[in-house]
């Protein structure tokens, strides 16, 4: 193709992006806009974020090949007015990534493991323990700590302890996921060590839960078959690549697994029969937390402004709220002796972590 013709179709290429790419990240950050909920994201929402995401990239490219246009797979070292142009784009990038990163807007026990707008979480089944499953969980829960729990609430408390069973047991395939992502982008072998670390520590959390549960309603099942444990996407292309995992790494680890620590350590402080366990429990999310901001580092360190400007446009794009789909009975926090929090304390947690989060990222340097 000549190249005037190949200069003016990509010049229409990008405008066209830039139009349609700023209206959707306009419909994607302004709450109330077309009659939006802002508390709720419909499916067409989670799609126009995709588009959004889709479009910037394509930004992204075109603003490559002008950068370097007899070589577009050379590394973007352009002058500093195509770094502002790139930072500008990336920043947009983010926003749409963490729009997309924060669906559903629910906090889970563990690192959040999602999928097509919801929490994945495993089925279950029927299980006995066996006697190393029973070993590694005696002396974890206080003898006849259930004679205190009135009869009436102990169905519905053993149903949301094995919900919470449910997502410390997927949090196990999200720490999975972000390993591999990781090594494919050549991670190195002490961020590595740390994920394995943290899945162990879910399979743990995951059998506490479950232990509780059953002590409150003696059923003895278990996660079985779980189809959402597979090895998840990765963007093409390293600096993407990292942009999507520092996202990830951000929403699901930093920000939730904050939201779950801080949680947990509050209703350990009130002093309960669970306090070990809460305790237990409030200090590892805190560490994978630690860790998810390493991740966030590193993936900033890799990629240069680009990434950092990426998650400066993530702080924009943060949810106001997340929601622990708290069963009726639990919402008033009769049941946070117990362990399960009201929403009162969760809404409190919640907005704080978001500030904080913000707060951090708009702080991070290069
Ligand atoms: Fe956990
Ligand atoms: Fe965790």
Known sequence: MHRTWFVVLLASLLSFAAAAGTALIVVCLTPGIFGRDASRREPVEELVGVLAVATVIGIALVARYFAHPHDAHARLEGSAGTTTILCAVFSVLGAALAYIATFPEQYAHGRRLRGAGRLLLPSLGPHRESESESAAIDGELPEGWVAEVPPEVRDGLAAEWRENARKEHAAIASFG???????????????????????????????LCFAVATALDGKHVRASAFAGARGGYLLPGRRLGLVQVAIEALVD?????????????????????????????????????????????????????????????????????????????????????????????????????????????????V
């Open 177 to 207: 996921q972000t390993l591999l992502k990781l090594m494919a982008l050549g991670a190195d072998d002490s961020l590595l060590a740390a994920l394995h670390r943290d899945a162990l520590d879910e399979v743990r959390h995951a059998r």
């Open 253 to 365: 680890g930093a920000l939730n697994e904050a939201v779950a620590a801080r949680i947990l350590g509050r209703l350990a402080a009130r002093g309960g029969p669970l306090t070990k366990v809460l305790r237990d429990l409030a200090a590892d999310e805190a560490r994978h937390a630690a860790h998810s901001w390493d991740i966030v580092r590193w993936c900033g360190r890799e990629g240069g402004p680009q990434v950092i400007a990426a998650l400066r446009g993530a702080a924009r794009a943060l949810p106001r709220r997340m929601r622990g789909d708290l069963p009726p009975a639990a919402r008033s926090g009769a049941w946070e002796r117990w362990g399960v929090q009201g929403e009162a304390l969760e809404a409190e947690e919640v907005q704080r972590a978001i500030a904080r989060t913000r707060d951090r990222l708009v702080a991070m340097s």
